[in-house]
């Protein structure tokens, strides 16, 4: 992927060009149509996603959790815990994510330990505001 396409990304706000080049070394650029599952809670997670572009829902055991857009990211709370998919997620418009899978997340948080810090601490931040998720 293009490491200029993460400039705009808030989670990756303030990297340097060589920092946003090893993120982008790590990861991959999909577009997906309305309606694609991204995220199914309870499997087993093997990819972490920041939206570039569209929108998606968010539902935990069928109900509405959130909407999450552009800049958004999402299935990192499973690659971290070591645990299965806490929600499941669907695109509602199309979309253009940045797709880091398992293997290529573990390297990028030793590589760029301040990029893996801000992820933990939306993590924590979630999990603050959502306590019973």
């Known amino acids: 992927m293009d490491a200029k396409q993460l400039e705009a990304v808030p989670l990756f706000a303030g990297l340097s ?3 946003r080049e090893r993120v982008a ?3 991959d650029v ?25 929108d998606v ?4 055991d069928g109900r509405h959790l959130t909407d ?6 999402f299935g990192e ?3 971290i815990e070591g645990d299965r998919r806490t929600a499941s997620v669907t695109a509602t418009t199309p979309i253009t994510a940045v797709v ?3 293997r290529d997340f573990d390297a990028m948080q030793r590589e760029l330990p301040h990029v893996a810090e801000k992820i933990h601490a ?3 931040e979630r999990s603050a505001r959502h306590p019973d998720d």
């Open 17 to 19: 060009k060589k920092e």
């Open 25 to 27: 070394h790590h990861a």
């Open 30 to 54: 999909v577009d997906l149509p309305s309606g694609y599952h991204l995220c199914d809670q309870g499997a087993f997670a093997h990819e972490f996603f920041v939206l570039l572009a569209g």
């Open 57 to 60: 829902e968010v539902t935990q």
């Open 68 to 73: 999450l857009g552009a800049g958004d990211f």
């Open 77 to 79: 709370v499973a690659l």
């Open 100 to 102: 880091m899978h398992q």
């Open 122 to 124: 939306a993590v924590h």
